[in-house]
């Protein structure tokens, strides 16, 4: 080290000192309506590795934690017997203001041939969809520069809409690319949309979305047998 590099150094309470904190822990605050500054892009999380729904989790609370109005709408998670019916999120959900949610699965998973109809979850499939296009509909006619009331519905808009497992209807056949890329034409400026689920690359979104993740695999509890677990799948 120079005498150059002695002069500059800076002590570990000079680092502290200038981190945005402050090197102090900041006080949570209550939460207020408030409305983001840069919202507007679309975000795909897919991959055969546990994390999707939970990434779009986090943001979604990470958002309603600034007073952003948020709703989660779920495809393809009706239930199975290995999960109860009321998830984790949905208590934590309730818990906090500005967030919502709906789920619009047939129980079963489709293809699984675990006994549930197929043909009912392909009308599920489609009627989450007719939901979505209103939900993206209503944001448009929504004021997204403003804050949103969030104890109101989501018909009165949001500022980020997570549409969770709608990739993974489209691998299923459920749904088509086409209804996807729909959505996100008519997707108004300030919306920030999230999309979830697939095993398999959505190509497709390569181009419309501002940010794809692949969530890979390396190991997964599933593969020895254990199966869904309270408090960490559901």
């Known amino acids: 080290m120079t005498d150059g590099d002695d002069a500059t150094a800076q002590t570990p309470a000079e680092t502290r000192r200038a981190t945005p904190g402050g090197g102090v822990r900041p006080a949570a605050t209550d939460i207020e309506p408030s409305a983001p500054e840069e919202f507007g892009l679309v975000q795909a999380w897919w991959g055969d590795g546990k994390g999707k729904t939970t990434a779009a ?8 934690g600034h007073g952003y109005r948020v709703h989660l709408l779920q495809f393809m998670k009706g239930g199975a017997d290995s999960v109860e019916g009321v998830r984790g999120e ?13 789920n619009t699965g047939h129980y079963g998973w489709h293809g699984l041939l675990d006994g549930s109809d197929e043909d009912e979850h392909l009308a599920k499939a489609r009627g989450a969809l007719a939901r979505a296009a209103d939900l993206v509909e209503a944001a448009g006619d929504a ?3 403003a804050p949103l009331d969030l104890d109101g519905d ?5 500022h980020l ?3 969770d497992e709608i990739l993974y209807a489209v691998d299923q056949g459920l749904l088509d690319e ?3 890329l729909d959505l996100l034409d008519a997707k108004p400026e300030n919306l920030e949309l999230v999309l979830t689920g697939s095993h398999t690359d959505p190509e497709y979104l390569h181009d419309a979305a501002d940010l794809v993740t692949e969530v890979r695999k390396v190991k997964h509890p599933f593969d020895a047998g254990i199966r869904a677990r309270k408090g960490t799948e559901y």
């Open 57 to 64: 989790l986090g943001m979604a609370f990470r958002a309603a």
């Open 90 to 102: 949905y208590n934590a959900i309730a818990a906090v203001p500005g967030i919502s949610y709906e």
């Open 143 to 145: 004021d997204l520069t």
């Open 154 to 158: 989501p018909e009165a808009g949001v």
């Open 161 to 163: 809409l997570v549409l």
């Open 178 to 180: 086409s209804d996807v």
